[in-house]
T-cell receptor
């Protein structure tokens, strides 16, 4: 089955700096890679996703890059703000095949 | 998108009892998923619930411990049976929606404490 590794497990940055979280996956058939943000006590919520036919996707301060050959994808957050502090999960799945496999999560702390 | 209502939001239960968690979606969905999230940890898939067939369980989870019902395309229940303190966790239901049918939306979760 699919295996997703995520690092770092914790990341602390100063407000305004950039943050990068990286994930690798094992199943070359995976073609959908979402990122979820989970604030303390809340449900995970999708913040951005990328499909295997695209190498990069950007949404305001958030971007995701995908390297299919190396089987890794990364989340980039620029101009970080204290409200970006949360746990971020990457995931991998095959479209319409059901279940996603999640990484272990990264706790991001943005210090004002 | 999909709006998911999950209840109860939290419960404190005695060892040996069972708790049924309900998940209601505002649209018809083929698959519903049940996850467990232990404190500070990632999401672990318990099972996938399909309407009209038995749920598919992941390795380490069995039907006797986590029976699931899926009576229609908008509703599912997960029962945590014969609970022990090790079952204390957050349980989340999830559905897939979106353009490719693969964006996951989560319920707010059920925080379960077993004494």
């Amino acid at each position: 089955g699919e295996n997703v590794e995520q690092h770092p497990s914790t990341l602390s940055v100063q407000e305004g700096d950039s943050a990068v979280i990286k994930c690798t996956y094992s199943d070359s058939a995976s073609n959908y890679f979402p990122w979820y943000k989970q604030e303390l006590g809340k449900r995970p919520q999708l913040i951005i996703d990328i499909r295997s036919n695209v190498g990069e996707k950007k949404d305001q301060r958030i971007a995701v890059t995908l390297n299919k050959t190396a089987k890794h994808f990364s989340l980039h957050i620029t101009e970080t703000q204290p409200e970006d502090s949360a746990v971020y999960f990457c995931a991998a799945s095959k479209s319409n095949a059901g279940k996603s496999t999640f990484g272990d999560g990264t706790t991001l702390t943005v210090k004002p | 998108s999909a709006v998911i209502s999950q209840k109860p939001s939290r419960d404190i239960c005695q060892r040996g009892t069972s708790l049924t968690i309900q998940c209601q979606v505002d649209s018809q969905v083929t698959m519903m998923f049940w996850y467990r999230q232990q404190p500070g940890q990632s999401l672990t898939l318990i099972a996938t619930a399909n309407q009209g067939s038995e749920a598919t369980y992941e390795s380490g989870f069995v039907i006797d411990k986590f029976p699931i019902s899926r009576p229609n395309l908008t509703f599912s229940t997960l029962t945590v049976s014969n609970m022990s303190p090790e079952d204390s966790s957050i349980y989340l239901c999830s559905v897939e929606s979106g353009t490719g049918g693969d964006i996951q939306y989560f319920g707010a979760g059920t925080r379960l404490s077993v004494l």
